[in-house]
Nanobody, 122 residues
Framework: QVQLVESGGGLVQARGPLRLSCAASGRTFSSYAMGWFRQAPGQERTFVAA????????DYAPSVNGRFTISRDNAKNMVYLQMNSLKPEDTAVYYCAAGEAVTVVAASAGYWGQGTQVTVSS
């Protein structure tokens, strides 16, 4: 069982940076892969990024590759999403996700947080 709480969302200008954080709790966290999804108004939830427990496997959606960086600090039970060069189309609710493997996270088959709103103004 994993509990996930996102933070760091807000209103930012286009081309600006923003860092999202996810605090995780649960006895199995140290072995879990983690990731981020997002859902824009009127659209389906889409994959953003995922990272394995060991940090040896990291996947990004093509739309964010080169702009976003996912990282984790297992000692602090934290996962981060550093977003740079933000675009208005990045506006969405961002959800933290966890699963037993990166493939589980990418398939939306794991645990979810409550989400944090990111709004990018033009």
């Amino acid at each position: 069982q994993v509990q996930l709480v996102e933070s760091g969302g807000g209103l930012v200008q286009a081309r600006g940076p923003l860092r999202l954080s996810c605090a995780a709790s649960g006895r199995t966290f140290s072995s879990y892969a983690m990731g981020w999804f997002r859902q824009a108004p009127g659209q389906e939830r889409t994959f953003v990024a995922a990272i394995s427990w060991s940090r040896l496997r990291i996947d990004y959606a093509p739309s964010v590759n080169g702009r976003f960086t996912i990282s984790r600090d297992n000692a602090k039970n934290m996962v981060y999403l550093q977003m740079n060069s933000l675009k208005p189309e990045d506006t969405a609710v961002y959800y933290c996700a966890a699963g037993e493997a990166v493939t589980v996270v990418a398939a939306s088959a794991g645990y979810w947080g409550q989400g944090t709103q990111v709004t990018v103004s033009s």
